[in-house]
C-alpha cells in the first residue's frame, strides 16, 4: 500500500476541537429527531449557522446514493447529495470547515471526486476537509462499483488517486481500477498542496487505511472503552507505515444535552441513559476524558426537539463548553 508523499494535518496543536455532523441532511432512525422529518435546507443553514459562530471547527454532511428496499425503514431514503450539499454550505457560511462525512469514496471515478472536491474547496476558499470511507451497504456498492467484496483494496486505490488528483493537474493514476494519465482537472483546490484526507471507520482494515494514507481518523461507533486501544494501534501502524507522521485523531462523542446556562435545558426530559447530559463542567470533564485518551477533534452531537433547541444547545457549548476544553 504505497501512502501519499505528503501529510496535511489541520487540527495538530491547535486541538482539541470540535465539529458536528448536520442534522436533517441524513435521516437514519438511529440518530434522527422527530422534528427533522419536517425540516429542510432552511434549517439545515441555521444549524451550520449556528455551528459557525459558536465556533465549530466543521461541519459535517453524510453520504448515501441509494437505500435498498430492504433497509429503508432503518436508514430512510433522505440523504441528501454530499458534494451538492457541502457546496451549497461554502455559500452560507464563510469560516467554519466542511467535512464530507463521509464519502464512499470507491463509488466516484477519482478524478470526478477530484473534481467535485476541489471545486468545494475553491468555492469555500480553502474550508473543505475530505473524510471518505469505504461503505457499507452491499446493494448501493455493487450497483454503482460492483464487487463489494474488494470494496477495501477499491477504496485504498480511491484514496491514493485521489491524493494524486489533488495536488497534481495531470495525475499519473496506474489503476487497476483506474487507470488514468493525461486528463487534467480543474478548478484546483485552494490549500496547497491539497485539502486533509479523514478516513472514517473502525474495523481493521480502515484503521491501517488511515495510518498508511489518510491525515486524520474519524472512528465509528467505538465505544469509549476501546478508543484508547485503537489509538495505540493506530499509532503503532503510523509508525511502522508513514514513520510516525502526525496525523488528527477523532471521535464521535456520546449524544449531548447540556442543561442550564442559557441552553433552554430541561433537566425533567426523559433521555436514554447513553446521554451525556449535565452541566457545562459535567460536559466538559467528560470530553476532557476523550481528549486525555489523545482525541484531537470531537464530533458532537446534540439531542433536541426542534431545531431552536439544537441552535441553543450549539451555541451554549460554544460559549460555556469549548472554553473548558483547552487547547
Same mark, same amino acid.
Given at each position: 500500500?504505497?501512502?501519499?508523499?505528503?501529510?496535511?494535518?489541520?487540527?495538530?496543536?491547535?486541538?482539541?476541537?470540535?465539529?458536528?455532523?448536520?442534522?436533517?441532511?441524513?435521516?437514519? %432512525?438511529?440518530?434522527?429527531?422527530?422534528?427533522?422529518?419536517?425540516?429542510?435546507?432552511?434549517?439545515?443553514?441555521?444549524?451550520?449557522?449556528?455551528?459557525?459562530?459558536?465556533?465549530?471547527?466543521?461541519?459535517?454532511?453524510?453520504?448515501?446514493?441509494?437505500?435498498?428496499? $430492504?433497509?429503508?425503514?432503518?436508514?430512510?431514503?433522505?440523504?441528501?447529495?454530499?458534494?451538492?450539499?457541502?457546496?451549497?454550505?461554502?455559500?452560507?457560511?464563510?469560516?467554519?470547515?466542511?467535512?464530507?462525512?463521509?464519502?464512499?469514496?470507491?463509488?466516484?471515478?477519482?478524478? $470526478?471526486?477530484?473534481?467535485?472536491?476541489?471545486?468545494?474547496?475553491?468555492?469555500?476558499?480553502?474550508?473543505?476537509?475530505?473524510?471518505?470511507?469505504?461503505?457499507?451497504?452491499?446493494?448501493?456498492?455493487?450497483?454503482?462499483?460492483?464487487?463489494?467484496?474488494?470494496?477495501?483494496?477499491? %477504496?485504498?486505490?480511491?484514496?491514493?488517486?485521489?491524493?494524486?488528483?489533488?495536488?497534481?493537474?495531470?495525475?499519473?493514476?496506474?489503476?487497476?481500477?483506474?487507470?488514468?494519465?493525461?486528463?487534467?482537472?480543474?478548478?484546483?483546490?485552494?490549500?496547497?498542496?491539497?485539502?486533509?484526507?479523514?478516513?472514517?471507520?473502525?474495523?481493521?482494515?480502515?484503521?491501517? $487505511?488511515?495510518?498508511?494514507?489518510?491525515?486524520?481518523?474519524?472512528?465509528?461507533?467505538?465505544?469509549?472503552?476501546?478508543?484508547?486501544?485503537?489509538?495505540?494501534?493506530?499509532?503503532?501502524?503510523?509508525?511502522?507505515?508513514?514513520?510516525?507522521?502526525?496525523?488528527?485523531?477523532?471521535?464521535?462523542?456520546?449524544?449531548?444535552?447540556?442543561?442550564?446556562?442559557?441552553?433552554?435545558?430541561?433537566?425533567?426530559?426523559?433521555?436514554?441513559?447513553?446521554?451525556? $447530559?449535565?452541566?457545562?463542567?459535567?460536559?466538559?470533564?467528560?470530553?476532557?476524558?476523550?481528549?486525555?485518551?489523545?482525541?484531537?477533534?470531537?464530533?458532537?452531537?446534540?439531542?433536541?426537539?426542534?431545531?431552536?433547541?439544537?441552535?441553543?444547545? %450549539?451555541?451554549?457549548?460554544?460559549?460555556?463548553?469549548?472554553?473548558?476544553?483547552?487547547?
Amino acid at each position: 500500500m504505497q501512502p501519499p508523499d505528503d501529510v496535511v494535518t489541520v487540527v495538530g496543536q491547535s486541538g482539541p476541537v470540535y465539529g458536528m455532523q448536520l442534522p436533517v441532511q441524513s435521516q437514519s %432512525t438511529m440518530y434522527t429527531a422527530k422534528w427533522e422529518t419536517r425540516a429542510g435546507p432552511a434549517e439545515i443553514a441555521r444549524v451550520a449557522q449556528a455551528a459557525e459562530e459558536a465556533g465549530f471547527f466543521y461541519v459535517g454532511v453524510c453520504d448515501h446514493t441509494a437505500i435498498p428496499e $430492504r433497509l429503508a425503514e432503518a436508514m430512510s431514503t433522505t440523504w441528501y447529495d454530499t458534494t451538492a450539499t457541502l457546496g451549497w454550505l461554502a455559500g452560507v457560511t464563510s469560516r467554519v470547515r466542511l467535512l464530507s462525512h463521509v464519502l464512499v469514496l470507491a463509488q466516484r471515478h477519482p478524478l $470526478r471526486a477530484a473534481k467535485e472536491l476541489a471545486t468545494i474547496d475553491r468555492l469555500s476558499d480553502g474550508r473543505l476537509i475530505v473524510g471518505v470511507g469505504a461503505g457499507h451497504v452491499p446493494e448501493e456498492y455493487e450497483m454503482l462499483t460492483g464487487g463489494f467484496e474488494r470494496r477495501g483494496a477499491d %477504496t485504498d486505490e480511491a484514496v491514493r488517486a485521489l491524493s494524486v488528483a489533488l495536488v497534481e493537474e495531470f495525475p499519473d493514476l496506474p489503476g487497476p481500477r483506474w487507470p488514468v494519465s493525461g486528463m487534467g482537472v480543474a478548478p484546483r483546490p485552494v490549500q496547497v498542496p491539497r485539502p486533509p484526507i479523514w478516513i472514517g471507520g473502525s474495523s481493521g482494515p480502515a484503521i491501517r $487505511r488511515a495510518a498508511a494514507l489518510g491525515d486524520g481518523w474519524l472512528p465509528q461507533g467505538t465505544r469509549r472503552r476501546d478508543l484508547p486501544g485503537q489509538i495505540a494501534h493506530l499509532r503503532q501502524l503510523r509508525e511502522e507505515l508513514r514513520g510516525g507522521a502526525p496525523i488528527d485523531i477523532g471521535t464521535i462523542a456520546e449524544p449531548i444535552y447540556l442543561v442550564g446556562g442559557g441552553a433552554d435545558g430541561d433537566s425533567a426530559w426523559d433521555l436514554p441513559p447513553f446521554v451525556l $447530559r449535565g452541566g457545562p463542567v459535567e460536559v466538559a470533564e467528560s470530553l476532557r476524558d476523550l481528549v486525555a485518551m489523545g482525541v484531537d477533534h470531537l464530533q458532537l452531537r446534540f439531542m433536541a426537539r426542534s431545531v431552536e433547541e439544537v441552535c441553543d444547545q %450549539t451555541a451554549a457549548f460554544g460559549s460555556l463548553v469549548g472554553p473548558l476544553l483547552g487547547g
